[in-house]
């Protein structure tokens, strides 16, 4: 049971980093990224071929941000500079990108086959069940780190800029302030922050193929952060965690349905998400989080 | 600093929106420019602000051509504009819209959010003040903890007003500052914009309630139909046979 717990924690605190990030880019700064899994995916990548070649975990870890934040930034330059609704194609289409180029260059990803035996950080010691809730401390602080990193960021000058440019940008230019640059900052430090989640996610689950960086991870954070609200940090966790109840929950749920397949339940549990998704935004449209606008 | 519309043309969807205009407000000047609906006052002021590029013509500030800079390029010369349609930061406070405002913040930087802390507090705390003796100013003292999307439509006019003064405006393009204020709000915007005007600050006021305008201004420019119609003082461009006619569609 309590391996059970442990090994559900880490998985919700890995979709509460990518929830607080795609937070930072939508919630806060109004960036619509459609591509959040293209970060993840990158950053897992990184992690897993640095691993496998015999690097430190900190050089892994290192070039999981480095890259997915690089990886931001020309995708940045080219559709801050468009209208909003073009970072969300534009960023579907990269997500899916990254996807296809990780499948199709097997001398470097292994292709469709995946990466077997990424090691864990804490494995080897020799600590048994111990080992797995040190990698939950090494999550959680990563979790802790982001929420501190995110709230400094948005009660600085800096985040009231973001938040400016969010509620109004054409106003922001009647100011004499570039947003694009701004945008560009944002999203490279949004896109580290998921390449770093996709770094733990690869340690955690020894094996990686780009079957799991489906464009459904996307909608599955934007789906935690709609829940928790967006714009807020502790909303971040809080929809991390209701969506991570209901896609562990469906499974006990099954339990209880005997005559309902392994794989109807997975089609089963998408239409409870949606259901609940579409009593949010008629019930609570600002998420759970948030304090429903007066006006 | 003067602002000066030499010859200005813009083409929309096939349509002479601005028909060879000039005009011109001097260093200082509190001018206003009316015209019925579709004139082109509104396309005028994107031109002149560099939110639309114009199809022919010049437009000089302080002496230099402006060119084809855009609108944030305008505004840090002191050119700057507020708009028909209020746009405040709604989840945002009304001190926080205003202290956003303000330019060239080292806070506003990655560096200087992670690593300047301490320049960056005391140079926040310069910033509250201003904002608040703005605030002060513009009698915005009850709602100045209020989300700016929740205050009402004046209230949203002088939050714009404050922004903009708080970016050390040279010249402000302000685009019908009374349109949905009532009488009493009328009055005290219009003391707002002389008390300003008298610190220096030039005008050039976009306007559809013309008796208000001319109480304020001493100088009119009259638009119809995207061309320049005249100019003078309140009293002969209003009582100007061709700006009537413009207004009324030849029924008086």
Redesign the interface.
């Known amino acids: 049971m309590l391996a059970y717990i442990t090994a559900v924690a880490i998985v919700f605190c890995i979709y509460a980093l990518l929830t607080l990030s795609l937070n930072l880019h939508f919630g806060f700064t109004g960036l619509i990224n459609f591509g959040h899994v293209g970060f993840f995916a990158i950053g897992a990548y990184a992690a897993a071929l640095c691993s496998l070649n015999g690097m430190p975990y900190v050089v892994g870890f290192t070039a999981a941000a480095a890259l997915a934040a690089l990886a931001a930034w020309p995708l940045g330059l080219l559709a801050l500079r468009l209208r909003e609704d073009y970072l969300a194609i534009v960023t579907l289409a990269f997500s899916e990108i990254v996807r296809v180029v990780i499948t199709a260059e097997e001398w470097l990803t292994n292709g469709v086959q995946g990466l077997p035996g990424i090691p864990r950080p804490f494995a080897s010691l020799g600590i048994g069940g111990n080992a797995e809730l040190a990698y939950l401390a090494l999550v959680v602080t990563a979790v802790v780190l982001a929420i501190l990193l995110i709230r400094?960021?948005v009660r600085?000058?800096?985040?009231?800029?973001i938040?400016?440019i969010?509620?109004?940008e054409?106003?922001?230019?009647?100011?004499?302030?570039?947003p694009a640059g701004?945008k560009v900052?944002v999203f490279m430090i949004g896109a580290a922050i998921a390449g770093i989640a996709g770094a733990l996610y690869a340690h955690y689950m020894n094996y990686i193929v780009p079957d799991q960086f489906l464009p459904l991870v996307t909608f599955y954070v934007w789906m935690a952060m709609i829940l928790g609200g967006a714009?807020s940090i502790s909303g971040s966790l809080v929809g991390a965690g209701v969506l991570i109840g209901i896609l562990e929950g469906s499974r006990v749920v099954r339990d209880l349905l005997p005559n309902v397949m392994q794989v109807e339940m997975a089609s089963l549990r998408l239409a409870l998400v949606g259901l609940l998704l579409v009593l949010f935004v008629l019930y609570r449209p600002n998420g759970l989080m948030v304090k429903r606008?007066?006006? | 600093m003067s602002l000066r519309i030499s010859n200005v043309d813009k083409w929309l969807g096939g349509v002479r929106v601005l028909d060879n205009v000039s005009m011109e407000v001097p260093d200082g000047g509190l001018i206003g420019l009316i015209g019925p609906n579709g004139a082109g006052k509104s396309t005028l002021f994107a031109v002149v602000s560099g939110f639309e590029p114009a199809d022919g013509g010049e437009v000089r500030f302080a002496d230099s051509p402006l060119g084809s800079t855009g609108p944030v390029a305008r505004a840090r010369r002191g050119l700057m504009r507020t708009f028909q349609v209020p746009r405040p930061f709604s989840k945002l406070t009304v001190r926080e819209n205003l202290a956003a405002a303000a330019p060239g913040q080292r806070g506003e930087t990655l560096w200087g959010a992670f690593f300047g802390a301490g320049a960056a507090r005391a140079e926040q705390a310069a910033i509250r003040e201003r904002a608040d003796a703005i605030i002060d100013f513009l009698n915005l003292n009850a709602v100045r903890d209020s989300l700016a999307g929740q205050v009402s439509g004046g209230q949203r006019k002088l939050i714009e007003l404050g922004r903009v003064l708080m970016a050390e405006p040279k010249m402000i393009l302000l685009d019908e500052p009374f349109a949905g204020v009532n009488p009493v709000l009328q009055e005290e915007i219009s003391d707002h914009i002389r008390t300003l005007n008298g610190q220096g600050i030039g005008f050039l006021i976009v306007e559809h309630n013309l008796a208000a305008l001319s109480r304020l201004v001493g100088h009119l420019y009259a638009m119809d139909r995207g061309r320049m119609l005249m100019d003078g003082t309140p009293a002969d461009v209003l009582a100007d046979p061709v700006v009537r006619e413009a207004y009324t569609g030849g029924a008086v």
């Open positions: 400094h960021l600085s000058p800096f985040g009231r800029l938040q400016a969010r509620d109004d054409v106003a922001v230019k009647a100011l004499g302030k570039n701004v900052r714009g606008d007066e006006s």
